[in-house]
């Protein structure tokens, strides 16, 4: 537990006000969660794809292991974990790395639909998962190419 002294000033007298906040909500989310069940998000998501046709025709490799991986590390490092991904891959350039797909807003859904039952899935805590779907779900808007 962290404690906070605030200062302030009523009357012409100091008072000092105590906040007090778990060490937990200071930490990131993945030294809360661990690597783990980012990776099952992840698994799951791409479970997901793979029984979707519309969703599985914009991934170009037959075997999605490796873009199954390489969303694991990009999201174990955008969470506070280790920087494999750039180690491996360099900046992440989210946009320009799909510039490339034909991303509309049907295909922001379908993704957004498989991953929100791999987030809902996941066994995380309300928090975590809230903290996690605000990001995916800014991230999938992000990457609307296309009309």
């Keep these: 537990m962290t404690r906070k002294d605030l200062r302030s000033r009523e009357g012409g007298r100091t008072r000092v006000v105590s906040i007090s906040k778990s060490d937990e909500a200071d930490k990131s989310l993945y030294d809360r969660i661990g690597e783990e069940p980012l990776r099952r998000v992840v698994h799951a998501f791409y479970q997901g794809v793979h029984e979707d046709p519309e969703l599985r025709a914009l991934y ?17 490092q955008y969470w506070g974990g280790p920087t494999t991904y750039s180690q491996e891959r360099g900046h992440p350039r989210l946009r ?11 295909a922001r859904d379908r993704w957004l639909r498989h991953m929100r039952a791999a987030v809902d899935g996941s066994g995380l805590s309300e928090a975590d998962r809230e903290e996690l779907w605000a990001y995916l779900e800014h991230a999938a808007n992000f990457m609307v190419n296309a009309a």
């Design 60 to 76: 170009p490799e037959e075997d999605l292991g490796p873009a199954e991986e390489r969303l694991a590390l990009f999201l174990i």
């Design 96 to 106: 320009m790395r799909h510039a490339g797909f034909h991303i509309d807003l049907a």
